[in-house]
Structures are given as structure tokens and as C-alpha cells.
């Protein structure tokens, strides 16, 4: 399948590396404007954004950290005036804190929870009335394993993914007759910065043999805002590690 999102516009949070590159990527590919965002490494991506220009779409970058409501609707209203109004939101950006049971603080916990969980419904509120407008919008969140899983960063990490689920399904049941899908994807140990850079895992573990890309990640999204039928689902990608 061959989708064309010629016309579309599309914000990436965490877009600068890792999955969220892959994804700014794939939808510009698909013909999308791509706006994308990112906490402080601008060069990383300015980088991601001159590769979307390569590709042909127009693109811009946007700082701005998505735990914060000011922020946020600052950088919606920034893309909004610059490429148009949103109708495709990716919320990707996150952290991973690496804690046990012991050391985990409170402010570790809140940290967590504003970023990977409080983000996404700060960004989605802020691109609703445009997508409402249109009567047409895609939004995909992108979880985790550890939503479900133990996984290996800790139980904040695990609770504000399955918080993301539960804002999948919330957000998708009362938009479903306005045009708006919403759904989540729930990968495992992909090799990003995040993986590489702290968790002490091993592809060994992974029955496919080896970490997924981010590529693979960013295919899932695609397919996901290809279909209009899909809303309130997570899709899991885990290289045969966990079944759902
Ligand atoms: P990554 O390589 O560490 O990249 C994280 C991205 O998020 C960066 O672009 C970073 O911006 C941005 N970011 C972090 N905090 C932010 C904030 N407060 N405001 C705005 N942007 C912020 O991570 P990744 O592995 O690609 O992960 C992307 C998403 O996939 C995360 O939600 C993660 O939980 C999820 N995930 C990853 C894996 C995996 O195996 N890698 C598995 C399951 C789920 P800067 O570049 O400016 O720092």
C-alpha cells in the first residue's frame, strides 16, 4: 500500500532521534510537511530536518519540552502559523529513567509521568479543535512493551505507558464519529539512544535475534494513519517477545 499524505501535516514530538526521527522520516516520504520537535539537541534536529527536505516536504523544527501546557500550546500555535493548521500528531517523545523499586523518588516518578504520560494529552488537547475542524486527524502515541511487561526501566516507566494506553482508548472512543483516529504502538527494545545508552539488556533475549530499528516502528504508524477502521488499538512490536 502506498499512502500519499500530500497536503497533510504532521508533528512529531521527539522527532530530533531515535523513533521519532524514523517516523518524521516515513511521513515525509508519504508527502506529509513535517514539523518536529525536540527538548534541547537542535542539531540532531536540524539534521533530521534537512533529510525531510532532501525528501521533498516542507519541514520545520520547534523546541519545546512537551511536559510543559505553556510550551505546548506554543508550539502548536508556532506550526500552526508556519505550516498550517496540524492533522496528524505523533506523541513520541520520552524518557527512561532507569530506577528499582528502592531508589525510585518522587520527583523521578513525577518526571516520568509528566513527559511520557501528561505530554500526550497536553499535545492532543492543544490539536483537537484543528483536526475537529477538518473532521479528519490521526493521532498515534507511541508506548511501550512495558505497559504490559515488566520491562527494564522501572515501575514509573511501566505505569505512564499503561497511562498512555488508557488515554489511547479514551481519546479514541470519544472522537471516533468526528474522523479522528486514535492508537498506540508498543515497542520493544529497538535500538535507539534510549536502549544503547542504558538499559543493560541483550539482543540475545529477543527471539527474533536481535534489536528492532526504528524504521520498523515508523512502518506501524504508517499503516496505522493509513486506516481509517483502526482507532482505540495498540499495536505491539517485539521481535516475538511478548503476545498479546
Ligand atoms: P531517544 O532516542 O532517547 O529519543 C527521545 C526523543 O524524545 C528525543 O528526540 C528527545 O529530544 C525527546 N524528548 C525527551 N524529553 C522531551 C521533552 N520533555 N520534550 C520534548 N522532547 C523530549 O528515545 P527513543 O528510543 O527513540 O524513544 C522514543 C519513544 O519510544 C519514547 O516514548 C520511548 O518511551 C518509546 N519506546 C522506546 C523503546 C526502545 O526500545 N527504544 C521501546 C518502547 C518504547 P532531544 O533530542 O532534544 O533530547
Given at each position: 500500500m502506498h499512502l500519499n499524505l500530500d497536503g497533510r501535516i504532521a508533528l512529531?514530538?521527539?522527532g530530533s532521534r531515535g523513533i521519532g526521527a524514523?517516523?518524521?522520516?516515513?511521513?515525509a516520504e508519504a508527502g506529509a510537511a513535517v514539523a518536529i520537535n525536540y527538548r534541547e539537541r537542535a542539531v540532531?534536529?536540524?539534521?533530521?530536518a534537512a533529510a525531510v527536505t532532501a525528501i521533498g516536504p516542507r519541514v520545520m523544527t520547534v523546541a519545546a519540552d512537551v511536559s510543559n501546557g505553556e510550551a505546548v500550546v506554543s508550539m502548536i500555535r508556532t506550526v500552526t502559523e508556519t505550516l498550517g493548521p496540524i492533522d496528524i500528531l505523533i506523541n513520541n517523545a520520552g524518557i527512561a529513567l532507569i530506577r528499582g523499586i528502592d531508589d525510585l523518588t518522587e520527583?523521578?516518578?513525577?518526571q516520568t509521568i509528566s513527559v511520557n504520560l501528561k505530554s500526550a494529552f497536553l499535545c492532543t488537547q492543544a490539536v483537537l479543535p484543528y483536526m475537529r475542524a477538518q473532521g479528519w486527524g490521526r493521532i498515534v502515541n507511541i508506548s511501550s512493551g512495558a505497559a504490559r511487561g515488566a520491562g527494564g526501566v522501572g515501575l514509573h516507566y511501566n505505569a505512564s505507558k499503561a497511562g498512555?494506553?488508557?488515554l489511547t482508548r479514551g481519546?479514541?472512543?470519544r472522537l471516533v464519529k468526528q474522523g479522528i483516529t486514535?492508537?498506540?504502538v508498543a515497542p520493544s527494545l529497538i535500538e535507539t539512544d534510549m536502549v544503547t545508552s542504558g538499559l543493560a539488556s541483550s539482543a540475545s533475549r529477543i527471539p527474533v535475534g536481535r534489536f528492532g530499528t526504528s524504521k520498523e516502528v515508523a512502518q506501524v504508524v504508517?499503516?496505522?494513519i493509513g486506516n481509517a477502521y483502526m482507532t482505540g488499538q495498540t499495536i505491539a512490536l517485539s521481535g516475538g517477545m511478548a503476545f498479546n
Open positions: 512529531v514530538t521527539g524514523a517516523i518524521a522520516l516515513v511521513l540532531d534536529a536540524e539534521r533530521i520527583a523521578d516518578f513525577d498512555m494506553e488508557g481519546y479514541a472512543a486514535v492508537n498506540a504508517l499503516m496505522l
